[in-house]
């Protein structure tokens, strides 16, 4: 074998480059000209990686099932530079959204990636359940995370990941693309060459909790009574002792020191006849929660021969999570075959099931339906025993036991009887015809659907907190999602220097969605969830919910001796949602790339490559169907409407985005180090936001075109190998990103008033201002004096009440960063990767309430003070406009539940900077002399854990909040946040 041909077999089989063969240009025998990375472009399109004037990274199947998790796509987070992964931490089936540069517009629904399967968009949209996130007294239900697309692919039946981010290198996907996409290619079973492999994978995966809050198990529950002997104490109902205390939420009773009370007695499910030992239940929160598994089992056969590949997988997943009865079953189908016909022409075609079913998932939120709301008001000296009968004797199913308030329901009754059920079956696929029409000429037809058929259900007890008499509710969603494509190409050489290709073709994409509601108010037999046993019912038909954009497009690359590259691209869209006037918008890419390494014939041992990309593009973006003209909405009484509160704009106009982007890409050292650098301008113009109207008109928002933003970032990656040698290698890759966001203009409308974009819980606003950024949260906070002192009140001692909100910080990070190592020693593996983020600001709704209950181990200070009093650290203003030093002492319970009261979003927003060991793996192969033996082709055991170690400064479970508003990710907020899991678990890997 030559010496090169060794050196390019080496590196490939470390992973560093992948080789296409017949990409290669002519070259000597006895060396290798160049040696060039492949990566899927929009549309599905394979090119190489240095005719690109744009970045696109690839994750490599590998990669993603190192550390299995529910949603494979977490697998990206901290891999790649600019790419954020934001979940709402809230439940097992984790629903993620992918963004790439940060935001782009003031529509939330506008930022996310694109996901491509197989080249065929993937609709990613959720079905919310009609309910926000803080649901408290509002005798309403909450979110429940179902699960969105995109975990529904199987990351065993995943090839590789190529991320596009900025809008140039997806502008061929038109609006769709105008946040970047995330190219998922599967597994075809080409590479067999004639050979027949059958692979299993299975592991199994334990879940923990990864943080707790800082809990208090000092003073048990009371408001700091006294007695008629001017003592604290403690009585569960009135008693000889003194009035009941025990009908409070707070924890500011006794310190337990060994005291005897009046308490809650279980066996009567009353006032126990004795004193009892006034004592802390120390795990009366954590060991409600469990030990979570997941169970997993793959299994897929492939062959190819030169005119035939095939495919096939079967996969099922069982997981329990943290929380007692809920989980989920998942099970994936995958079918691929790829034929050639004749001579000239190919066919494709590839299918994916996916069935989730669940008798119980989790909500989310800040209500009673929610754990969360359980362990928040949860007190130290309750034992968690005292609620698993659920029910009250002789109640079954009639009267729950919460012996110490009616609004707060019984954490077991939440776990076992209000259950959230889905039964989703999801199909995607395409079908795909190649035809050669001459030696430079062929033609690609393709058709793609996604097939979404989804029941959920939701089932409320009697006596439960928000529905004395139970509930009911059935949800039944279609989503029907079809993509037909047409490809013309055209390749030619033109003498030894010039390589041209064009496409030209056209797309045809479909939406049909429906979504028919029956909720059952009250049930008249409690227990029996059907629609007849409803004591009345609410019935909400589909609404029309269709889109269709019809597209043309054209690509052209022209190449110079394979060292200077131009590309140019078009689309025009024509949009069902858009008014006929203005349905139909253009947009263009142009993009270029030199390798400077050999134009200027700098190619040495030690400087390998070297190339400079630049790129702008011009994308538009259109918006939600039905927002032209007016419909009715259905109504909550059964056969009627009401109308919309939304005034249509039948002018709307297409939001456009220009990107700029250029960059370098550097190998030194024989390829062992590898660096590239990108620096990108994102200005979104005219953007499709609602805005509020007078009521006077009969709505209460409208419509408009206004607005720009505009995005500014750095990406740096860095890739090296810093040992390499027969029995040793250690790989290092790096990256780093950094994004800033700006508001240019708003509508004219507010006249330099905020636009409020959103809001969490009616405390978290999103305010635009110009000059500000998407993200930047207002709320109300404390009060300063010149010289920086809190100001408090000279007559009650609580802080000053602010009468306007001020801006509190950012939900976004000013940078992060993410590094993974790999080190292998002969048959052995070990791999870890770290990522985190600086800066950063999330409001915690938990962290308002337990401090204000005085849950939380800073809420001790100041209780052993004399009578209980707190000064607050601060001055008061004096009649004269001056300032003295704040002298007015108050219980301490006062002090803390005015000084992180709800309203006060400045004390209980945290800096959301972090590090986590995002995962990490030890493997063994086990070598050719055994494997031969047991008749097998590769045999790997593997030890993987993920999110195993955290570092922050972020109070509650998790720095990464987000919220689950309706079907919406909401950064920045933690309302009822569920526990983080720290996982590890055990694999194997058998080819045959």
Do not use: C
């Amino acid at each position: 074998m030559r010496k090169e041909t060794q050196k390019l077999l080496f590196l490939s089989v470390l992973g560093l480059v992948s080789v296409n063969i017949a990409a290669q240009q002519q070259v000597k025998k006895d060396s290798i000209k160049t040696i060039d990375e492949v990566v899927v472009t929009a549309l599905g399109i394979k090119r190489q990686d240095r005719s690109l004037g744009y970045v696109a990274e690839t994750i490599k199947s590998d990669e993603l099932l190192k550390t299995q998790n529910n949603n494979w796509s977490q697998a990206l987070e901290g891999k790649v530079a600019g790419l954020k992964i934001q979940t709402a931490g809230a439940g097992p089936l984790g629903s993620s959204i992918i963004k790439l540069r940060g935001d782009i517009s003031m529509n939330p629904d506008q930022n996310n990636a694109l996901i491509v399967v197989d080249g065929v968009p993937l609709n990613n949209n959720t079905t919310g359940t009609g309910f926000s996130s803080y649901g408290a007294g509002a005798k309403a239900d909450l979110p429940i995370d179902y699960g969105n697309g995109i975990n529904t692919i199987n990351p065993d039946d995943i090839e590789s990941v190529t991320v596009l981010k900025g809008s140039t290198a997806s502008a061929l996907y038109g609006s769709r693309g105008a946040g970047g996409a995330i190219m998922i290619t599967t597994k075809s079973g080409k590479s067999r060459k004639g050979k027949v492999q059958v692979s299993l994978n299975s592991y199994s995966s334990y879940d923990t909790v990864l943080k707790w809050p800082d809990y208090q198990y000092e003073y048990g529950q009371g408001t700091m009574q006294k007695d008629t002997k001017g003592n604290y104490f403690y009585s569960y109902q009135a008693s000889a002792d003194g009035v009941n205390t025990g009908g409070t939420s707070s924890a500011f009773g006794p310190r337990f020191a060994g005291q005897y009370y009046f308490q809650y007695d279980p066996t009567i499910e009353g006032q126990s006849a004795e004193r009892k030992l006034w004592q802390p239940y120390k795990n009366n929160i954590k060991d409600f929660w469990e030990t979570g598994t997941t169970f997993s089992n793959n299994i897929s056969v492939e062959a190819s021969n030169d005119n035939t590949a095939f495919r096939s997988s079967l996969t099922y997943l069982k997981n329990e999570w943290m929380m007692p009865n809920t989980g989920f079953d998942r099970f994936n189908a995958a079918f691929s075959v790829d034929h050639k016909l004749s001579e000239k022409l190919k066919m494709g075609i590839k299918l994916n099931y996916n069935k989730t079913k669940s008798d119980n998932l989790p909500a989310t939120g800040y209500s009673n339906q929610s754990i969360s709301y359980f362990m928040i008001f949860q007190n130290p000296n309750v034992d968690l025993s005292w609620y698993r009968p659920i029910w009250k004797s002789g109640q079954d199913q009639v009267d729950q036991v919460h012996p110490f308030s009616s609004f707060i329901d019984n954490p077991y009754l939440i776990a076992y009887e209000m259950l959230n059920g889905v039964d989703k079956n999801f199909l995607t696929g395409n079908v795909n015809l190649n035809y050669k029409i001459t030696k430079n000429l062929e033609v690609m037809v393709r058709s793609g659907m996604e097939l979404n058929n989804e029941l959920r259900t939701q089932k409320r007890p009697w006596s439960s907190a928000n529905y004395l008499q139970g509930m009911y509710r059935e949800q039944h969603i279609r989503l029907m999602d079809l993509n037909n494509d047409i490809l013309f190409t055209y390749k030619k050489q033109f003498n030894e220097d010039f390589d041209f290709s064009a496409s030209v073709g056209g797309n045809i994409r479909y939406t049909e969605y429906t979504m028919n509601d029956y909720l059952a108010e009250g049930l008249l037999k409690p227990g029996v969830y059907t629609m007849p046993n409803a004591i009345s019912t609410i019935i909400k038909f589909a609404k029309p919910n269709d889109k269709q954009v019809n597209s043309t497009y054209a690509l052209a690359t022209l190449g110079y001796q394979n060292k200077m590259f131009l590309d140019l691209t078009a689309r025009n869209d024509w949009s069902s949602t858009l008014p006929k006037e203005n349905r139909s918008y253009f947009y263009p890419s142009v993009g270029t790339s030199f390798i400077l390494s050999d134009i200027f014939k700098l190619t040495s041992d030690k400087f390998n490559y070297w190339k400079l990309r630049a790129s702008w593009s011009k994308v538009g973006n259109d918006t939600d169907p039905y927002l032209l003209i007016k419909y009715y909405n259905n109504s909550d009484f059964n056969g009627s409407v009401e109308s919309p509160s939304l005034y249509p704009n039948p002018n709307l106009r297409p939001n456009m985005i220009t990107n700029m982007e250029a960059g370098m890409d550097i190998s030194i050292l024989k390829n062992r180090i590898n660096y590239t650098i990108t620096a990108y301008q994102n200005n979104s113009k005219d953007q499709i936001v609602k805005i509020p109207t007078l009521w006077e008109t009969g709505y209460s928002n409208r419509m408009i075109n206004a607005g720009e933003v505009r995005n500014r970032g750095l990406e740096m990656t860095l890739n090296t190998f810093p040992v390499r040698n027969k029995n040793f290698s250690w790989s290092v890759n790096a990256n780093w990103s950094m994004n800033t966001n700006k508001i240019l203009s708003l509508p004219e409308e507010f006249k330099g008033e905020p636009y409020t974009m959103g809001s969490v819980g009616g405390v978290v606003y999103y305010n635009a201002f110009v000059g500000g950024s998407l993200g930047d949260m207002y709320g109300y906070g404390l009060m300063y004096s010149p010289d920086g002192q809190v100001i408090y009140n000279a007559t009650d001692g609580l802080t000053g009440k602010p009468t306007q909100m001020k801006k509190i910080g950012n939900a976004y990070a000013k940078w992060r960063a993410g590094i993974q190592n790999e080190f292998k020693y002969k048959n052995f593996t070990v791999s870890f990767s770290f990522d985190g983020q600086y800066k950063g600001m999330a409001y915690s709704q938990s962290h308002h309430k337990m401090s204000e209950q005085g849950k939380l181990g800073h809420t001790l200070a100041g209780r052993d003070n004399p009578g209980g009093l707190i000064i607050g650290n601060g001055v008061v203003q004096n009649p004269d406009g001056s300032f003295s030093q704040n002298t007015k002492g108050i219980l301490a319970s006062a002090y803390y539940a005015d000084y992180y009261r709800r309203a006060n979003v400045e004390t209980n927003t945290f800096d959301t900077s972090f590090i986590k060991l995002r995962d990490a793996r030890i493997a063994y192969t086990f070598p050719k002399n055994i494997t031969e033996q047991l008749k097998i082709t590769d045999l790997t055991l593997s030890l993987f854990g993920r999110n195993l170690w955290m570092w922050t400064k972020f109070p509650l479970f998790d720095p990464e909040a987000a919220t689950l508003n309706d079907n919406q990710i909401t950064p920045g907020v933690e309302m009822g946040q569920l526990p983080t899991a720290r996982t590890v678990g055990i694999q194997l890997n058998v080819k045959f």
